[in-house]
Antibody, heavy 119, light 110 residues
Framework: QVQLVESGGGVVQPGRSLRLSCAAS????????LHWVRQAPGKGLEWMSL????????YYADSVKGRFTVSRDNSKNTLYLQMNSLRPEDTAVYYC????????????WGQGTLVTVSS | QSALTQPASVSGSPGQSITISCTGT?????????VSWYQQHPGKAPKLMIY???NRPSGVSNRFSGSKSGNTASLTISGLQAEDEADYYC??????????FGGGTKLTVL
């Protein structure tokens, strides 16, 4: 079955950087685009980023464009999110999610990793 | 990239039907038939319930149905059960490989 396991969350000071990872299994990783979605405490979901199956195309929400960078290593079945210049409003649970090919939506989600930006 | 508008909360008694609305614009909900709905229980990951406005993934109960009219999509849950109590989120493709989510609706089964 599809499994997505995020890691790398924690407490970080404003202005610092953090890199999240997402280890995938149960599907052909190199054939699917992947998303990052976040959820601030007690708030709704916010789409953040999409990376194509081969990593050649990347898309971002305006709220993180220029600060966050998505990447993937298809040899390791792993997705990454490099987060720079972190702000308190970036505090959230970060989910990686599998794109439902051809359906312009997400079909599977990881359990998420919590990032807290605080001094 | 403004969030889609959902009611903050809805409620219903077991066996009843409820409908959750999701209002966007012609740039997202109204412009594409790529509206999805997710169910999220506390502390859990979201689960896909409806995609392409009205399609159910394998394994999702036929008590869940979706529709769309203009810039508003809707999720209807019939025959409410206690386990349906959760948060529900809509999402829509918004063009140029971007997506927008609704603010979420808390469903309470009375």
């Amino acid at each position: 079955q599809v499994q997505l396991v995020e890691s790398g969350g924690g407490v970080v000071q404003p202005g610092r950087s953090l890199r999240l990872s997402c280890a995938a299994s149960g599907f052909t990783f190199s054939s699917h685009a992947l998303h990052w979605v976040r959820q601030a405490p007690g708030k709704g979901l916010e789409w953040m980023s999409l990376i194509s199956f081969d990593g050649n195309n990347k898309y971002y929400a305006d709220s993180v464009k220029g600060r966050f960078t998505v990447s993937r290593d298809n040899s390791k079945n792993t997705l990454y999110l490099q987060m720079n210049s972190l702000r308190p409003e970036d505090t959230a649970v970060y989910y990686c999610a599998k794109d439902y090919s051809g359906r312009y939506t997400i079909d599977y989600w990881g359990q998420g990793t919590l990032v807290t930006v605080s001094s | 990239q403004s969030a889609l508008t959902q009611p903050a909360s809805v409620s219903g008694s077991p066996g009843q039907s409820i409908t959750i609305s999701c209002t966007g614009t012609s740039s997202d909900v109204g412009g594409y038939n790529y509206v999805s709905w997710y169910q999220q229980h506390p502390g859990k990951a979201p689960k896909l319930m409806i995609y392409d406005v009205s399609n159910r993934p394998s394994g999702v109960s036929n008590r869940f149905s979706g529709s769309k009219s203009g810039n508003t999509a809707s999720l209807t849950i019939s025959g409410l059960q206690a386990e349906d109590e959760a948060d529900y989120y809509c999402t829509s493709y918004a063009g140029s490989y971007t997506w927008v989510f609704g603010g979420g609706t808390k469903l309470t089964v009375l």
